[in-house]
C-alpha cells in the first residue's frame, strides 16, 4: 500500500475537496481502490495522473462532460472539437 496515496493525501496536495474527488469517481473520470479491511479510497500513480489531467482541463473551463469525452476518445479529434469550442468562447 506504499505506492497508494489517501483521499486527505490527495486533497491536500492538490488542493481539491475530497467531496470533488468522490464526484470525479462518480462520473467515472478517476478510480480509487479499497480493500476490505482498510475504509479508505487509495489512489494509485495512474488515478493522480488522470487527476492532474483533470485540473489542468477545469483551469480551462473544460466542462465534466467534455473531459469525458475527451477521456473516451481515441485519437485528437475530440480534443481538438473542445478545445476550439473553448476559443470561440
Do not use: H, P, W
Request: hydrophobic share 40%; glycine share 2%.
Amino acid at each position: 500500500m506504499s505506492n497508494l496515496a489517501k483521499i486527505r493525501e490527495i486533497s491536500v496536495r492538490y488542493n481539491v475537496s475530497a467531496r470533488t474527488l468522490r464526484y470525479y469517481e462518480d462520473m467515472g473520470l478517476i478510480e480509487s481502490t479499497r480493500s476490505a479491511d482498510y475504509a479508505y479510497r487509495l489512489y494509485d500513480e495512474t488515478a493522480i495522473k488522470r487527476l492532474e489531467q483533470i485540473l489542468i482541463l477545469r483551469r480551462l473551463n473544460i466542462s465534466i462532460k467534455d473531459i469525458k469525452r475527451i477521456f473516451s476518445a481515441t485519437g485528437s479529434e475530440i480534443v481538438l472539437d473542445v478545445l476550439e469550442k473553448r476559443l470561440i468562447l
